[in-house]
């Protein structure tokens, strides 16, 4: 199969690499003419495990190109990929489909022969009927059928989540189209996973019915590990004992200091926003946003707490500022409101983070850069586990405690047990792990 992917951010770049990888001839396009020739000269814009390698093995084998320009490799197509960015609007969170629709109308013009077009972004319910008709309005004689194929990958864990999906979900009604998605995926019945056809605004709709879940599912085990807290219960066990339960299932279930990252929090806002324009009010949805967002801003006063209520003066080490580990993107980090409440209440903050420095500095020019956790908690009254890079999990704990002004950490996100942290003589505050009576 022929593919053009155009848009070479996260998902177009990993989609496309894949697909490649299938064996597939894949050429993915981008209006950014110095990313198409970092990408020619191999470099990778984002950080994501394994990306680099699975690029060059690609592009040697010559499956893989690079181009700024779409008119031949949309022509040659059987199937055109729309993978370019959907922000949310400004002012009124409602997703950005400008670069779609431009994206649309310039495939539109290139065609040549039966194309499915195939919206990867994530788009509003009703995108692939627009695009559908701007299509339709540039190239009256076109031979297409518009699909929608979410994408369901996690960062840092992309790669594998592309080829070992739980799902590939495609909405298109028309069978020609049904018949080249089909072609396209079938590397992957290998691995059992199932290809469910459905409708195309359907299809829209579970990209944005999964996320919003998730979404849901992480709020509420981080209301039930505040209560954990005051009643002396540990929500860890507490998502255990729920999770166990095949109806529930165990993952994400991490309490933690607020989900962030690129999707959940732009999805979540878009999805209400959708259903407003159908005036549907979606009052669980809502309510997570706005949960998620004061618990974000809550975690500044809960390390002012752990030092006693005033940070004044205080000086707080920050491991870890991206979203989540394995990952250099900073967007809707939890870290960002955590930072800046500090320095609100007076603190002055030592951060560190694996990959995500430099990401980091602009959106937190106001604070220091250290190159290792040791060096970061030097002279701290506090230390702040933010996000769960492998490498925060077997700190040398007596290191850090002769380092630091004051031995205290507040873990938010549970990676070390309070006994041994007690053990070390640390003040140890995490999240949702209450102490029971009598234990
Ligand atoms: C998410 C979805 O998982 C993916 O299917 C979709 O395509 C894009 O959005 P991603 O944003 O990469 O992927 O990260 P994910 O691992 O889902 O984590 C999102 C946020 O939730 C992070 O801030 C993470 O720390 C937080 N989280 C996740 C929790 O706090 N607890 C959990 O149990 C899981």
């Avoid at 607020?258 to 999707?263: I, K, N, R, T």
């Amino acid at each position: 199969m022929r593919i053009a992917m155009i848009g070479t951010g996260y998902v177009g770049l990993v989609s496309g690499a894949c697909f490649a990888d299938f064996g597939h001839q894949v050429t993915c396009v981008d209006k950014d003419a110095g990313k198409i020739a970092a990408l020619l000269r191999g470099e990778i814009p984002i950080f994501e495990p394994g990306l680099d390698d699975l690029v060059a093995s690609n592009v040697k084998a010559k499956r893989l190109d690079f181009t700024t320009d779409l008119t031949g490799p949309v022509a040659e197509a059987d199937a055109v990929f729309i993978a370019v960015g959907t922000p949310s609007r400004r002012g009124d969170g409602h997703a950005d489909l400008t670069y779609v629709h431009s994206a649309a109308r310039e495939i539109a013009a290139a065609l040549s022969g039966f194309t499915v077009v195939v919206t990867k972004s994530t788009v509003p319910v009703g995108t692939g009927d627009e695009v559908e008709r701007l299509i339709r309005e540039t190239n009256p004689s076109a031979d297409v059928a518009v699909a929608s194929n979410p994408e369901f990958l996690r960062e840092g864990a992309a790669i594998r989540d592309f080829k070992f999906p739980d799902r590939i979900v495609v909405g298109t009604s028309d069978e020609r189209a049904r018949k080249v998605m089909g072609d396209i995926y079938r590397p992957l019945s290998l691995n059992q996973a199932p290809l469910m056809f459905t409708a195309r605004r359907t299809a829209e709709l579970i990209k944005y019915a999964a996320n919003a879940f998730l979404a849901t599912k992480i709020t509420f085990i981080n209301e039930i590990a505040d209560l954990s807290e005051k009643v002396g219960a540990n929500v860890q066990e507490v998502a255990r004992g729920i999770g166990l339960d095949n109806r529930i299932g165990s993952k994400f279930l991490h309490a933690g200091p607020g989900f962030g990252g690129s999707c959940f929090p732009k999805d979540t806002r878009a999805l209400v926003k959708i259903a407003l324009d159908h005036d549907v009010q979606l009052r669980i949805v809502e309510a997570v946003l706005g949960v998620n967002d004061n618990r974000k801003r809550a975690m500044a006063r809960k390390v002012a707490n752990a030092v006693g209520g005033n940070l004044r003066g205080k000086t707080v080490a920050v491991l870890g500022l991206t979203f989540k580990p394995d990952t250099d993107d900073m967007r809707e980090a939890p870290s960002i409101p955590l930072v800046t409440g500090l320095l609100d209440m007076g603190a002055k903050v030592r951060a560190h983070d694996p990959v995500g420095m430099e990401q980091a500095r602009k959106e937190l020019p106001d604070i220091e850069y250290c190159e290792d956790p040791y060096e970061c908690v030097r002279g701290a009254d506090a230390l702040v586990i933010v996000t769960e890079w492998v490498q925060f999990r077997a700190l040398d704990l007596d290191r850090i405690k002769s380092a630091m002004a004051q031995p205290v950490v507040v873990d938010l996100r549970n990676i070390y047990r309070a006994d041994d942290m007690a053990a070390h003589g640390f003040v140890y505050e995490s999240i949702g792990r209450g102490v029971e009576p009598g234990l």
